[in-house]
């Protein structure tokens, strides 16, 4: 059973650009969350979909924004890009939406400079 | 004071011992606890899920829950090198979801 796949891996982006990063759950996961991690502030969560609608959202500012498709499929993008956001970027797929098994994936490393 | 609290470590071990890993959270109302190992430059790996007071084993992994005191920890026997990494404790709560709150990690280094 393939794991939670993220796309891309690495990127460089300059600020002010933006960009958008895909994740595609575990197969039969409905529910996608998006994590970031920086050294600094450790893992912090953003956002969470299930079922194609937005349960929770973390403290981040409204140029962090996310979808998910149908199939599950989720896309998260970040507008006007900031030294700060340079980061590890985590998608993380659970089954259901009550806080049971949440894998995650291998993360994009996002750059931005 | 933070949600979810680790000590930072490093927790250094010889081979073969145990390994003891704590979190305190401060939110009562927490529901699912998880261990996610993390090695340097990968994501996190979950490990063990804990959802009731007790003990609960897999492997050379044990999970301890006390909601009265709300702590929860992870034992790791025998440890070996290849258990060298940072350990994150994290936390679900009451009606939302899958949002996990995650403390700042626990290094740990298991010298030959």
């Known amino acids: 059973k393939a794991g939670v796949t993220q796309t891309p891996r690495y990127l460089i982006k300059t600020r002010g650009q933006q960009v958008t990063l895909s994740c595609s759950p575990i197969s039969g996961h409905r529910s996608v969350s998006w994590y970031q991690q920086t050294p600094g502030q450790g893992l912090q969560f953003l956002f969470e979909y299930f079922s194609e609608t937005q349960r929770n959202k973390g403290n981040f500012p409204g140029r962090f924004s996310g979808r998910q498709f149908s199939n599950s499929r989720s896309e998260m993008n970040v507008s006007t890009l900031e030294l700060g956001d340079s980061a590890l970027y985590l998608c993380?797929?659970?089954?259901?939406?009550?806080?049971?098994?949440?894998?995650f994936g291998e993360g994009s490393w996002l750059t931005v400079v | 004071q933070k949600e979810v609290e680790q000590n930072s470590g490093p927790l250094s071990v010889p081979e073969g011992a145990i390994a003891s890993l704590n979190c305190t959270y401060s939110d009562r109302v927490s529901q699912s606890f998880f261990w996610y190992r993390q090695y340097s430059g990968k994501s996190p790996e979950l490990i063990m899920s804990i959802y009731s007071n007790g003990d609960k084993e897999d492997g050379r992994f044990t999970a301890q829950l006390n909601k009265a005191s709300q702590y929860v920890s992870l034992l790791i026997r025998d440890s070996q090198p290849s258990d060298s990494a940072t350990y994150l404790c994290a936390v679900t709560h009451n009606n939302a979801g899958n949002m996990l709150t995650f403390g700042g990690g626990t290094r740990l280094m298991v010298k030959p």
């Open positions: 993380a797929s659970s089954p259901t939406g009550d806080g049971n098994t949440i894998y």
